[in-house]
C-alpha cells in the first residue's frame, strides 16, 4: 500500500512540475501572441488547403458533390463554426475551369506559412542546438502541407465508401464496422499529431512521448470545442459587430483558442520528455532544503560510511555528483583536499574535459547520499537552462580561489621551514 502511495504522490509531483513549467515555458515563448500569429497564418493557409484538397477529392471520387458534403460535415463535427459555406465556394469555382499544375503549386505554396509558423513555434519550445538549412525546413514545410491534405482525403474516401457500403450490410455487420469507424474517427486526430511532430518537431523525442503529447495536444482541442460552443451560447451577440462577417470572425476566434491548445499541448509534450531535466536543474537553482525529495529520490544513490565512490585515475568519468545528505571527503594522493557537504557537487571537472579522474572520492563518516548527474543530462541542463552555467562558474571560482590559497599556505610553510 505504501509503495502504491509513493508512486502516486511522485507522479503527483512530476506532473505538478511539468505543468508549471509548461505554463512558464509558455509565457516564454509568448504563447498568445504565437498563437494569434498561427491564427492569422492558418486563415491564410485555409482557403487554398480547402481548394486543394476539393480539387483532389473531386478528382478521385466520382461523386464530388457527395465528396464534397461528407468534407464539410468532418469540418463541421471538428470545430463548432461551420465551414458549408466556404466549401460551397469552392467547389463552385473548382468546376469552372480545369486547374494546372502551375496554380496547384501556387495554391501549395500559398499553405507552407503556416507549416512554417508551426515549425517555429516548436523551435521556440524545444530550443533545438543546430539551426536547420533554409531549404531544409522548406522541404519541411511543403511534406507538411502534403500529409495534411493526404490525411483529409484518406479521411473522405474512407467516409465515403463506408456511407456508401453500410446500408448493404448485415446489422450485425453494419454495426461492427460502424464501431470500428468511430474508433478511427477518435485515433484520426491523435495520429495526424503524431504526424505532423514527427515531420516539424526540430528534436528526436522517443516514440512513446511523441504519442503522449499527440493523445494530450488532441484531447486539448477537443474540448475546446464545447468550451467555444458553451461561449457563443451564453454570448449570442459575440461578433454582432461585424455583420455579414461574424462567421469569419467566430472562425478566426475558434483557430486562436485552438492553437492555444495546440501550443501549450506541445510545451507539455516538451516537458515531458525532458523531466529529467527539469527535475535535476533545480539542483543548480534552488538551494538543498527546498527541492522536493519525492522527485529527486529516484536519482539518488546511498553511500555507506567510508565507502569509495570514484578513485584516482579512474578513466570513466562519465557523471558528476551532487551531494544530497551526507559529506564527501575528496583526497589526493592519500591526503585530504577537501569535504563537500550538501548542496555542494563534485566531480564535473573530469567529466567536462573527458580526462581521468585526479582525486579519490569516499563517502564521510555517516555515509553520504549522492545525486548521479551524467554527461548527458548535464549537458542538456546548462543548454536549457543558462543560470545553472553562472551558477557552475561560481562554485569552480570558489574551488580554484581555495585551491590558490591552500598552495600558498603550502608554500609560505615549506619556506619557513
Aim: glycine share 6%; hydrophobic share 50%.
Amino acid at each position: 500500500m505504501n509503495g502504491y502511495k509513493s508512486k502516486f504522490t511522485r507522479l503527483s509531483a512530476t506532473c505538478g512540475l511539468i505543468f508549471r513549467e509548461s505554463a512558464a515555458g509558455f509565457m516564454r515563448i509568448n504563447g498568445f501572441d504565437r498563437a494569434a500569429a498561427l491564427a492569422f497564418y492558418a486563415f491564410l493557409s485555409l482557403i487554398p488547403l480547402l481548394f486543394l484538397e476539393i480539387l483532389v477529392v473531386t478528382h478521385i471520387v466520382r461523386s464530388s458533390e457527395t465528396a464534397v458534403e461528407l468534407l464539410g460535415s468532418m469540418t463541421d463535427n471538428a470545430t463548432p463554426v461551420s465551414f458549408q459555406f466556404i466549401l460551397r465556394e469552392l467547389f463552385a469555382l473548382s468546376v469552372r475551369r480545369t486547374w494546372g499544375l502551375l496554380t496547384l503549386a501556387i495554391l501549395l505554396w500559398s499553405a507552407t506559412p503556416l507549416a512554417s509558423g508551426i515549425r517555429n513555434a516548436f523551435n521556440a519550445i524545444f530550443r533545438p542546438r543546430k539551426t536547420m538549412a533554409f531549404l531544409r525546413g522548406l522541404m519541411l514545410d511543403v511534406s507538411a502541407v502534403m500529409v495534411l491534405l493526404a490525411l483529409l482525403g484518406t479521411g473522405v474516401i474512407f467516409r465515403l465508401a463506408f456511407v456508401s457500403v453500410l446500408p448493404s450490410l448485415p446489422s450485425g455487420v453494419a454495426f461492427a464496422m460502424s464501431s470500428i469507424y468511430r474508433a478511427s474517427a477518435v485515433v484520426g486526430l491523435p495520429l495526424g499529431f503524431l504526424i505532423v511532430y514527427r515531420i516539424l518537431v526540430p528534436v528526436r523525442l522517443k516514440l512513446r512521448n511523441m504519442i503522449s503529447g499527440s493523445v494530450l495536444t488532441s484531447c486539448m482541442l477537443w474540448a475546446m470545442g464545447p468550451l467555444f460552443s458553451w461561449i457563443l451560447r451564453y454570448n449570442p451577440n459575440l461578433g454582432v459587430v461585424f455583420g455579414s462577417l461574424k462567421t469569419i470572425f467566430l472562425l478566426f476566434v475558434w483557430v486562436y483558442y485552438s492553437a492555444i491548445a495546440i501550443l501549450f499541448g506541445t510545451e507539455i509534450m516538451a516537458n515531458i520528455s525532458r523531466r529529467d531535466v527539469l527535475v535535476l536543474g533545480k539542483l543548480f537553482s534552488l538551494p538543498t532544503n527546498r527541492i522536493p525529495r519525492v522527485l529527486i529520490e529516484r536519482y539518488t544513490e546511498r553511500y555507506e560510511p567510508c565507502e569509495r565512490i570514484f578513485s584516482e585515475g579512474d578513466r570513466d568519468a562519465d557523471a558528476m555528483y551532487y551531494v544530497m545528505d551526507g559529506q564527501v571527503i575528496l583526497s589526493r594522493n592519500g591526503l585530504n583536499i577537501a569535504t563537500i557537504s550538501g548542496g555542494e557537487y563534485f566531480g564535473e571537472m573530469a567529466m567536462l574535459l573527458d580526462a581521468v579522474r585526479t582525486t579519490s572520492a569516499t563517502a564521510g563518516s555517516d555515509g553520504a547520499t549522492l545525486v548521479v548527474i551524467s554527461k548527458t543530462s548535464f549537458e542538456a541542463i546548462l543548454h536549457e537552462n543558462p543560470s545553472a552555467v553562472l551558477a557552475l562558474l561560481k562554485k569552480m571560482a570558489e574551488r580554484l580561489q581555495k585551491v590558490e590559497t591552500l598552495s600558498r599556505t603550502t608554500s609560505n610553510t615549506t619556506h619557513q621551514v
